[in-house]
């Protein structure tokens, strides 16, 4: 299996300063047809996981443009560019290029 | 309204089986499948398996092969995550997801498996 490796685990910010994520796969998530299957999830407390990112940089509808996405091949990153309140939480990657899915371990961030 | 709507927590004893619904609204069913994911207490998340809802096909994670048996009813768009012989580790909030984009999830289910 593809082993996702997110860092760092625990990430205190301060309220309107920016903030990154790293998720290094095991192993390249380019597929067969091009394209790089590497989501990112936030998971609010009390919430489901919510899609942020897909196939690396795609935001999705009504996500904040304070998110973004980038990398390729085995090195991605989340930045979020300036954090608010609500942005609390822990975020994931995930690939799907590879069978079976796999997560990082997830990523907590919290506000100083 | 595109939703998964799943059922309630439930409370079970080591050895017990669950069974947990995913009812889907508001798209085409049978267009997309249908993965579970499960998040224990103080864990990150798991992708249990997958079933497509148009055929039917499954794929486990191998840890829970023998265990676990997910089912669709395309008649009411709901799909079913069955576990058996309940471990105390097997406790967590299991989710629903629209397979393959992981772009819609359910609310999810607390399972407890408690003595």
């Known amino acids: 299996d593809v082993v996702m490796t997110q860092s760092p685990l625990s990430l205190p910010v301060t309220l309107g300063q920016p903030a990154s994520i790293s998720c290094r796969s095991s192993q390249s998530l380019v597929h067969s047809d091009g394209n790089t299957y590497l989501n990112w999830f936030q998971q609010r407390p009390g919430q489901s996981p919510r899609r942020l990112i897909y196939?690396?940089?795609n935001r999705d509808s009504g996500v904040p443009d304070r998110f973004s996405g980038s990398g390729s091949g085995t090195d991605f990153t989340l930045k979020i560019s300036r954090v608010e309140a609500e942005d609390v939480g822990i975020y994931y990657c995930m690939q799907r290029t590879h069978w079976p899915p796999t997560f990082g371990q997830g990523t907590k961030v919290e506000i100083k | 309204q595109v939703q998964l709507v799943q059922s309630g927590a439930e409370v079970k004893k080591p050895g017990a089986s669950v069974k947990v619904s995913c009812k889907a609204s508001g798209y085409m069913f049978t267009n997309y499948g249908i993965s579970w994911v499960r998040r224990a207490p103080g864990q990150g998340l798991e992708w249990m398996g997958w079933?497509?809802?148009?055929?039917?096909?499954?794929n486990y994670v191998q840890k829970l092969q023998g265990r676990v048996t997910m089912t669709t009813d395309t008649s009411t768009s709901t799909a079913y995550m069955e576990l058996r012989s309940l471990r105390s580790d097997d406790t967590a909030v299991y989710y629903c997801?629209?397979?393959?984009?992981?772009?819609?999830w359910g609310r999810g289910t607390l399972v407890t498996v408690s003595s």
């Open positions: 997801a629209r397979d393959p984009e992981f772009d819609l």
């Open positions: 196939k690396v940089s």
């Open positions: 079933i497509s809802a148009y055929n039917g096909d499954t």
